[in-house]
């Protein structure tokens, strides 16, 4: 199967099975924007991309992934339901409890390393930047797409009130970016714990706080996939955001 290193990272992911899987080893961002081309997103990651373009050519199975067939094939209600109940809660929750911990830690008694001082400083950010942004989708756009998908099933003619919107304010130019420059926060906080790897030796609560982001970052990955990749395409194919 040709691949075409134009097409955008985020259809790549929902096509290929095992795409998602390839790209978390290689650490190329699919899930936030997930509009840039298979090339930019290699290029961003320090990846070469004839070796990419070979490992997808050797996937067998082109057919939508097991996570995005199950998501593709429901109803934009039922995925924004499951956003905001299961994804939203829980990125609220554990973030809470990671800046609870990092503070904590930056503010113990005796030298305390800067990078913990930094990473609680980045934790800190994300969370205040993701809370304001899951306000919007959860106050401003997801009411709007659920009513408009509403309307479409009950033949109502609703107009898309995005469309005259410059691409500032326009909601998915907006949403999607955040998600890229949370994207780039978590890459700076990857860098700060050393990819999650406490030192030897370092205090338990330490360890303890990068395993707990190393598994926040599955479902933060996920969470933004399932928006920008699949939530946000359907809501353009049928002209709510175009
Ligand atoms: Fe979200
Ligand atoms: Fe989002």
Redesign the pocket.
Known sequence: MEVNPNKSIGEIAVEYDDAIELFEKRDINYAFGGRQTLQDACEQAGVPLPEIISALGNMKNFNPGERALDWSDRSMGVIIDHIVKRQHAYLRLRLAFFCKKSSELAKAPGEVDPSVVQLNKTLLDIAEHLEE??KE?EEVVFPYLKEMELATEQGINRSNRYRELAVPQHPIAK?TW??EVMWDQWVTLRKLTNDYQAPAGANPDFVALCRGLKEFQEIFQE??HL?DNILFRKAVEKGFLD
């Open positions: 942004h899951m989708e949403l955040k998600h969470h933004g928006e």
